[in-house]
């Protein structure tokens, strides 16, 4: 398995260079998985080389970080598990507020139940979830960085964070990774964001970067997606936008014939090959496309092929904001 460092120094960590994403084992994507299968999806990941795990205390809310802590118990000791705080959610019942909450209080709170749930004795790495615009990033880095002391925390990350607030908390905490959405369907981080990082020698971690599935080429206008699906309420998933956007998976599907691949592999390739400090956590709950996704490091695109690929992509006018209003305004981007 081919490997990457996110950030530098002491922040340094090493992961495999694609990661798993476990959000749609227990919410967002429709009905939970099932337990024990998706204890044995993330189990072969593992056997795959697979050693980042993301996961957050909102996915269930709870119920994932309970999964994957159970998953990984065996193998603790060889791989790396993500974490994340930042929404209202109550200890105790787990009932999740509209808002979030980053008051230092709050994720100490937070931090010993991700503890229990994940059933490890330090956190390897952290993410704030989302921005809190009650609290200075300057004390949320400082409580990450008391909890780091404390022996709690390993290292500090940013998830939808801008490029300002990403400079702010570094100065307090050095950040080992910031994470957003990025993909050939959506490349907003490449205006500010990712220069930011190279710059200051922070990891980045791409979330959705199969487009919440619309990149694997089995999506169009004529999907039904389940009640509990949060792609119900995306305005770039409606069937009006969807079949606007299909050049686009007509574009990666032509690449993907010539260089006998699949569609989410091209799209996972073109992602590793942006930079060397780029890890992609693509997420899913069936094996067989954890083992196409994992292909994606067998291909090697071009230099003259990424520009292709870029050229042709900016010709394509996109339809769809890739979050509900209200969703947007909780990120930086």
């Known amino acids: 398995m081919q490997k990457r460092i996110l950030g530098q120094g002491r922040c340094a960590l090493e992961v495999s260079a694609l990661g798993l994403g476990c959000m749609g084992m227990s919410s967002s994507y429709g009905p939970p998985g099932d337990k024990r299968e998706m204890i044995a999806l993330i189990r072969e990941a593992v056997d795959r ?21 159970e998953a990984l118990a065996p193998f603790k000791d060889r791989v790396v598990i993500a974490t994340k705080f930042g929404f209202d959610i109550d200890p105790i019942t787990g009932l999740r507020g509209a ?22 004795e330090v956190i390897d790495l952290l993410y704030q979830h989302r921005v809190d615009p009650d609290t200075p990033i300057e004390d949320v880095a400082g409580a990450i960085k008391d909890l780091i002391g404390e022996g709690k925390v390993k290292r500090y990350g940013l998830s939808e964070a801008g490029a300002e607030t990403i400079r702010r908390a570094n100065a307090v905490q050095p950040l080992t990774a910031v994470q957003s959405e990025y993909s050939l369907w959506w490349r907003g981080p490449e205006n ?11 990891g980045f971690v791409c979330f959705s970067p199969l487009g919440a599935g619309f990149l694997t080429g ?18 770039r998933f409606t069937p009006e936008a969807l079949k606007a956007n299909m050049a686009l998976v007509d574009l990666v599907r032509g690449v993907a014939t010539r260089k006998a691949a699949t569609p989410a592999q ?3 390739a073109w992602l590793l090959a942006k930079k060397p400090w780029i890890v992609p956590i693509p997420g899913t709950t069936k094996p067989h496309r954890l083992r196409e996704n994992l292909g994606a490091m067998e291909l090697e695109l071009s230099v003259s092929e990424l520009h292709e690929i870029d050229t042709a992509v900016s010709k394509i006018p996109l339809q769809g904001a890739r979050l509900p209003e209200s969703a947007l305004k909780m990120t930086g981007l």
């Open 49 to 69: 080389g697979v050693t980042f795990f993301d996961t957050a205390e909102a996915y269930g809310p709870f119920a994932n970080e309970i999964v994957v802590g």
């Open 99 to 120: 808002g979030v909450n980053s008051r230092p209080e709050h994720i100490k709170s937070a931090v010993e139940g991700s503890l229990k749930r994940l059933g490890v």
């Open 192 to 202: 500010e964001i990712l220069p930011t990082l190279e710059e200051l020698g922070i």
């Open 218 to 235: 089995t999506i169009d206008e004529h999907t039904a997606f389940d009640k509990t699906d949060f792609r119900t309420v995306v305005p």
């Open 266 to 268: 091209i799209a996972l």
